[in-house]
């Protein structure tokens, strides 16, 4: 591998690690919504709620594969999405 591949390679697993950062925010802004008060629909809040988890599970797909292609960060230092959401929602 030559210097410019992996300093190209380095660039896109900082951005992948940034796509995690926004992962576990969208996932704290989904547990905010769900439990924020409820207006007129009481489902309008979990409907929302779900929305911003699935971008957060495509933002996931995408930096879980930067990575892999990249081959620099081992993917078994990232949890897995569910351990992720799980460890936002306690």
Same mark, same amino acid.
């Given at each position: 591998?030559?210097? @410019?591949?992996?300093?190209?390679?380095?660039? $896109? @697993?900082?951005?992948?690690? +940034?796509?995690?950062?926004? $992962?576990?925010?969208?996932?704290?802004?989904?547990?905010?919504?769900?439990?924020?008060? &409820?207006?007129?629909? &009481?489902n309008y809040n979990k409907n929302v709620a779900w929305e911003i988890e699935q971008k957060?599970? %495509?933002?996931?797909?995408? @930096?879980?594969?930067?990575?892999?292609?990249?081959?620099?960060?081992?993917?078994?230092? $990232? &949890? &897995?999405?569910?351990? %992720? +959401? +799980?460890? $936002?929602?306690?």
């Amino acid at each position: 591998m030559e210097i @410019s591949d992996y300093k190209y390679n380095l660039m $896109v @697993s900082a951005n992948a690690i +940034k796509g995690l950062q926004n $992962v576990i925010g969208n996932l704290q802004l989904a547990k905010q919504t769900r439990e924020g008060p &409820p207006g007129n629909n &009481p489902n309008y809040n979990k409907n929302v709620a779900w929305e911003i988890e699935q971008k957060a599970e %495509l933002e996931y797909e995408n @930096s879980i594969n930067r990575l892999r292609c990249c081959e620099i960060i081992p993917l078994n230092w $990232v &949890p &897995p999405f569910e351990k %992720l +959401k +799980k460890m $936002v929602n306690k």
